[in-house]
């Protein structure tokens, strides 16, 4: 029987709308812990663009969301067949999909979403073992450099986490993009805070344009410190041998993206990224029909 997407969409659907600001994009994304959110016209369900926390980086000076938002995003409806939605993921590089109906969004269908409707209970495939599919191509540095620097590192390579490793080259952590703006929110923090000192505590979120460039400007300053002070210690790792059933479930569960892979021995051999799996869902369904 053919898949369709709203076989396996979230119709609990979180967005923004326009006219909006950056900071109504940040508030979401830390409070619904999301990465990209749809953009709909302010009074309405009408989507009318994209925001993810790519952009938010990129683009580090611009306030407005309907600067910072992709306009026009690729969409699929309920009924689109669930193979399209995957390819068009595969061609496109994307990460998730808005779905609407006559304009209206209804719904969001993310790479999560797809491997677990066609490979987390999927005796043949699901068994496979992630080795096949692991990227070898490890980006990592040590954990005691400075943390700007890491960020700039993890942007050259086009990577959007970076495994950190100590002196004796073991894995003592990894550092993802949400880490690097939930750090950068909280330099933000520092500077409102310093920015208001000394004057009355009745003073209310309502700055002068001036003002607000100015603090808007240095949401993404990072704080000069090592990154093993903001590392993220305590990493989920899967083995070599690990199903591919297993490792959808997990990050699933878990929330994540992306997993280090470690030898029967325990060494690093490299990430397992769940993008990397849409060409073998995507043989799943061509065998379901």
């Given at each position: ?130 080795i096949e599919f692991v990227t070898r ?29 100590n002196e004796g080259g073991g894995v ?118």
């Amino acid at each position: 029987m053919t898949m369709m997407v709203k076989d396996c969409m979230q119709s609990d659907v979180v967005y923004v709308s326009v006219p909006g600001t950056r900071e109504d994009v940040l508030q979401i994304m830390a409070e619904k812990q999301v990465n990209g959110v749809p953009v709909v016209k302010k009074g309405s369900k009408t989507l009318v663009g994209i925001v993810t926390r790519t952009d938010l980086l990129t683009k580090a000076d611009e306030n407005q969301l309907a600067m910072l938002m992709n306009r026009d995003p690729d969409t699929v409806t309920p009924r689109t067949d669930l193979k399209t939605a995957t390819k068009m993921m595969i061609e496109k590089n994307y990460r998730r999909l808005p779905v609407v109906e006559k304009g209206n969004l209804v719904a969001m269908i993310s790479i999560p979403d797809i491997l677990g409707a066609t490979l987390e209970n999927n005796e043949e495939f699901g068994s496979k073992e992630i080795i096949e599919f692991v990227t070898r191509e490890v980006t990592a540095v040590w954990d005691q450099t400075p943390l700007p620097l890491t960020y700039m590192i993890m942007d050259m390579a086009g990577k959007n986490a970076l495994v950190l490793v100590n002196e004796g080259g073991g894995v003592s952590g990894m550092i993802t993009v949400s880490d690097y703006l939930r750090l950068s929110e909280v330099t933000v923090e520092d500077n409102i805070s310093a920015t208001f000192s000394g004057q009355e505590s009745s003073v209310e979120w309502g700055w002068t344009s001036k003002d607000f460039l100015v603090v808007t400007k240095k949401l993404l300053k990072l704080p000069n410190i090592s990154v093993s002070e903001t590392m993220t210690k305590n990493i989920i790792s899967l083995s070599e041998i690990t199903t591919v059933s297993e490792f959808v479930k997990t990050v699933r569960n878990e929330d994540i993206d992306q997993v280090p892979v470690l030898s029967v021995t325990g060494n690093l051999v490299g990430m397992m990224e769940d993008h990397k799996l849409l060409e073998l869902a995507l043989e799943v369904q061509k065998d379901d029909l």
